[in-house]
């Protein structure tokens, strides 16, 4: 049997294994990703794309496209009603509308972007980025993790030829049912079977129906009716169907549900839609369970978990797919360093310290949601205030022990240790162009500085000195300045005007502090963020 070697092997190419096989690539890291499946999902599954998700396409290069293939911006509403021409239905906005209630918090707020129209956009970007190395058609058969590496032997489904592969890490992307937490030990907690739904994908012409209501879920307020999840708002739609506790049994009817009967399905979504006489064309259906779990661990050895494998989050609340996404861009750089030799393997403890206890509020958060149906709403900026607590970050005077964590009660931006750097809009001095201060970070650890000052220039020499990439960039310098004057210090503080923030590839901060009298303290800073011996 054949044998290769790779740093990384990534098991599942859904959007977080694609993601994170876009983000290895970025940070030059050696991968390969295996796929069962021979091609994307034809199915829109996951729809909601949160603003910290596009924030990370951003700096992928993938926003313009992901965004232009979403629903238009004014269609990201939410409708209840008893069907789809109720007269008394009541629509309703995010949690938070773009420009609502204060400052914006991100260039790239989130959309509606079904799964099936996603994934294709990452795989074409991954294979740009990685070429033959991300194989669709290809599944794990066995892996064994010997403490220095895993041994893995993977099929090409098509032929039945198996080759062995040497990875020093192996992450697993592959979803609930999860081929690698099961091989690796890692137990799940937390309750299954919240309720189960058959998913039906159908064309029909709808957009005519709710052209005056026109919404990214329509959710039925009829006990067992489910709800509409629009794909483009037209003609292709998704009706999400409640089953009962019986396999095959409608919620609340004790009918069954029979998926391959058409004309069955096709009267169903008349009947929800409430009009009778409309033409509807089944194209697939999918059975699903609602369940709130989380994985024990993220790590063991050198096998690491992401995405569902990690944690299954209910959908209502559109933040499944988005904190895999997050668990992707935290774990890449990590993975990175370490493979690079800049880092010391504690560094990967990091990232279940920091991501897992987010998970645990997400799913929190989402199963409330689920009890809550008819009154919670879509936070496109939760994830945006996300606060890390572990040893890759310095903890400034004001931080705490509390771990990691999210604020439901909203983003309220600023430069601590832990946070996201937050937005601010720059242009050009003649007003030409616009940019982020997002845009300033990465792809390696970013010195952020308020203005371009050369005293910070032999501390970030010395760093790259010590063999770490690092990047000095200025808020303002002499062809960039802020789109509203003096937004930056007011993030920073009182009394900082000298100070600079170390902010790690993911763009969150790792320290905050004033120019050291000896440049050589910055490289001992970094090499502690990065767990270096």
């Given at each position: 049997?054949?044998?290769?070697?790779?740093?990384?092997?990534?098991?599942?190419?859904?959007?977080?294994?694609?993601?994170?096989?876009?983000l290895?690539?970025?940070?030059?890291?050696?991968?390969?990703?295996?796929?069962?499946r021979?091609?994307?999902?034809?199915?829109?599954?996951?729809?909601?794309?949160?603003?910290?998700?596009?924030?990370?396409?951003?700096?992928?290069?993938?926003e313009n496209?992901?965004?232009?293939?979403?629903?238009?911006a004014?269609?990201?509403?939410f409708?209840?009603?008893?069907?789809?021409?109720?007269?008394d239905?009541?629509?309703?906005?995010?949690?938070?509308?773009?420009?609502?209630?204060g400052?914006?918090?991100?260039?790239?707020?989130?959309l509606?972007?079904?799964?099936?129209?996603l994934e294709p956009?990452?795989l074409?970007r991954?294979?740009?980025?990685?070429?033959?190395?991300?194989?669709f058609?290809t599944?794990?058969?066995?892996?064994?993790d010997?403490?220095l590496?895993?041994q893995?032997?993977?099929?090409?489904?098509?032929?039945?030829?198996?080759?062995?592969l040497r990875?020093?890490?192996?992450?697993?992307?592959?979803?609930?049912?999860?081929t690698?937490?099961?091989g690796?030990?890692i137990?799940?907690e937390?309750?299954t079977?919240?309720g189960r739904?058959?998913?039906?994908?159908?064309?029909?012409?709808?957009?005519?129906?709710?052209?005056?209501?026109?919404?990214?879920?329509?959710?039925?307020?009829?006990?067992g009716?489910g709800?509409?999840m629009a794909?483009?708002?037209d003609?292709?739609?998704?009706?999400?169907?409640p089953?009962?506790?019986?396999?095959?049994?409608?919620?609340?009817?004790?009918?069954a549900?029979?998926?391959?009967d058409?004309?069955?399905?096709?009267?169903?979504?008349?009947?929800?839609?409430?009009?009778?006489d409309?033409?509807?064309?089944?194209?697939d259906?999918?059975?699903w369970r609602m369940?709130a779990?989380?994985?024990?661990s993220y790590?063991s050895s050198r096998?690491?978990?992401a995405?569902?494998a990690?944690?299954?989050v209910?959908?209502?609340?559109?933040?499944?797919?988005?904190?895999?996404?997050?668990?992707?861009?935290?774990?890449?750089?990590?993975?990175?360093?370490?493979?690079?030799?800049?880092?010391?393997?504690?560094?990967l403890?990091?990232?279940?310290?920091e991501?897992?206890p987010?998970?645990?509020?997400?799913?929190?958060i989402?199963?409330?949601?689920?009890?809550?149906?008819?009154?919670?709403?879509?936070?496109?900026?939760?994830?945006?205030?996300?606060?890390?607590?572990?040893l890759a970050?310095?903890?400034?005077?004001?931080?705490?022990?509390?771990?990691?964590?999210?604020?439901?009660?909203?983003?309220?931006?600023c430069?601590?240790?832990?946070e996201?750097?937050?937005?601010v809009?720059?242009?050009?001095?003649d007003?030409?162009?616009?940019?982020s201060?997002?845009?300033?970070?990465?792809?390696?650890?970013?010195?952020?500085?308020?203005?371009?000052?050369?005293?910070w220039?032999?501390?970030?020499?010395?760093?790259?000195r010590?063999?770490?990439p690092l990047?000095?960039?200025?808020?303002?310098?002499?062809s960039?300045r802020?789109?509203?004057?003096?937004?930056?210090a007011?993030?920073?503080g009182?009394?900082?005007?000298?100070?600079?923030?170390?902010?790690?590839?993911?763009?969150?901060?790792?320290?905050?502090?004033?120019?050291?009298a000896?440049?050589?303290?910055?490289?001992?800073?970094v090499?502690?963020?990065?767990?270096?011996?």
């Amino acid at each position: 049997m054949a044998e290769s070697h790779t740093s990384v092997l990534v098991v599942g190419g859904g959007p977080v294994g694609l993601a994170l096989s876009c983000l290895l690539s970025a940070q030059g890291v050696g991968h390969v990703l295996v796929e069962a499946r021979p091609a994307t999902s034809r199915h829109p599954r996951a729809r909601g794309v949160s603003a910290r998700s596009m924030e990370i396409f951003r700096r992928m290069g993938l926003e313009n496209a992901v965004r232009a293939a979403g629903l238009p911006a004014e269609q990201v509403s939410f409708y209840r009603g008893r069907d789809l021409v109720d007269p008394d239905y009541v629509r309703t906005g995010p949690a938070q509308e773009p420009g609502e209630g204060g400052p914006e918090h991100t260039p790239s707020p989130g959309l509606v972007c079904s799964q099936d129209v996603l994934e294709p956009l990452l795989l074409r970007r991954a294979r740009e980025l990685a070429g033959p190395r991300v194989r669709f058609g290809t599944r794990l058969l066995s892996f064994r993790d010997d403490g220095l590496g895993v041994q893995a032997v993977v099929e090409e489904r098509a032929t039945g030829r198996r080759y062995r592969l040497r990875a020093d890490w192996l992450v697993g992307c592959d979803g609930a049912s999860s081929t690698v937490r099961a091989g690796a030990g890692i137990t799940m907690e937390g309750p299954t079977g919240l309720g189960r739904y058959l998913s039906i994908r159908f064309e029909a012409p709808l957009g005519q129906v709710v052209a005056d209501r026109v919404s990214a879920s329509y959710f039925l307020t009829v006990p067992g009716r489910g709800g509409f999840m629009a794909v483009d708002n037209d003609r292709h739609w998704i009706y999400q169907y409640p089953l009962g506790p019986d396999p095959g049994a409608a919620a609340g009817t004790g009918a069954a549900a029979d998926v391959t009967d058409h004309r069955f399905l096709a009267g169903l979504v008349r009947t929800a839609a409430g009009v009778p006489d409309l033409d509807v064309t089944v194209r697939d259906t999918m059975t699903w369970r609602m369940d709130a779990r989380l994985a024990r661990s993220y790590r063991s050895s050198r096998v690491l978990l992401a995405g569902d494998a990690a944690h299954v989050v209910p959908p209502t609340g559109g933040h499944g797919m988005n904190t895999g996404i997050g668990d992707a861009d935290n774990l890449a750089w990590k993975l990175a360093a370490v493979t690079a030799g800049h880092a010391g393997d504690a560094l990967l403890d990091t990232y279940e310290a920091e991501r897992r206890p987010l998970a645990r509020q997400v799913i929190d958060i989402s199963t409330a949601n689920a009890a809550n149906r008819t009154g919670y709403r879509i936070d496109d900026e939760l994830l945006l205030t996300a606060a890390y607590r572990s040893l890759a970050v310095v903890p400034g005077p004001e931080h705490d022990d509390r771990p990691s964590a999210l604020d439901p009660a909203g983003c309220r931006p600023c430069c601590r240790p832990g946070e996201r750097v937050p937005h601010v809009r720059l242009t050009t001095a003649d007003a030409a162009d616009e940019a982020s201060t997002l845009d300033l970070v990465g792809p390696g650890f970013t010195l952020l500085t308020a203005d371009d000052d050369p005293r910070w220039q032999p501390h970030a020499e010395a760093v790259r000195r010590a063999g770490i990439p690092l990047a000095l960039r200025a808020v303002r310098t002499a062809s960039r300045r802020e789109a509203e004057p003096g937004q930056w210090a007011r993030l920073l503080g009182a009394g900082h005007a000298d100070t600079a923030l170390l902010v790690r590839p993911d763009g969150h901060i790792a320290w905050r502090g004033v120019r050291p009298a000896d440049p050589a303290a910055l490289p001992a800073l970094v090499r502690r963020v990065l767990a270096a011996p």
